[in-house]
């Protein structure tokens, strides 16, 4: 079992950069793939980049170029730096957490792969 509590978010205007953090509580935080996921209240949830425990990174389209995910296993804190962030980025966000058995190559971004996830965090990008 793996607790996680987000913190970071806000409101930002179109253009601007916002760093969402994701602190793990539990055993082994360098085992875990890792992986932020968005979901509009009417919509399902979309991955937005992951990182496994090899450090491959895997992002959805709509964020490569803009958005970065990185983890520090010294901190068991895994984070998302948005940059250039645009109206279409609001979105409550979380974090997920898991221990994949296999080695799934580019680490994809299925929600269903992620047992675990953060209490979510709410960005808001004003055009």
């Known amino acids: 079992q793996v607790r996680l509590v987000q913190s970071g978010g806000g409101s930002v205007q179109g253009g601007g950069s916002l760093r969402l953090s994701c602190v793990a509580s539990?055993?082994?935080?360098?085992?875990?793939?890792l992986a932020w996921f968005r979901q509009h209240p009417i919509k399902e949830r979309e991955g937005v980049a992951v990182?496994?425990?090899?450090?491959?990174?895997n992002y959805a389209d709509s964020v490569k170029g803009r958005f970065t995910i990185s983890k520090d296993d010294a901190e068991n804190t895994l984070y998302l730096q948005m940059n250039n962030l645009k109206p279409e980025d609001t979105n409550m966000y979380y974090c997920a957490a898991d221990v994949w058995d296999y080695d799934l190559g580019t680490p994809p971004l299925f929600p269903s792969l992620f047992a675990n996830w953060g209490q979510g965090t709410q960005v808001t990008v004003s055009s």
């Open positions: 990182i496994d425990k090899e450090g491959r990174t």
């Open positions: 539990g055993p082994s935080f360098s085992r875990l793939s």
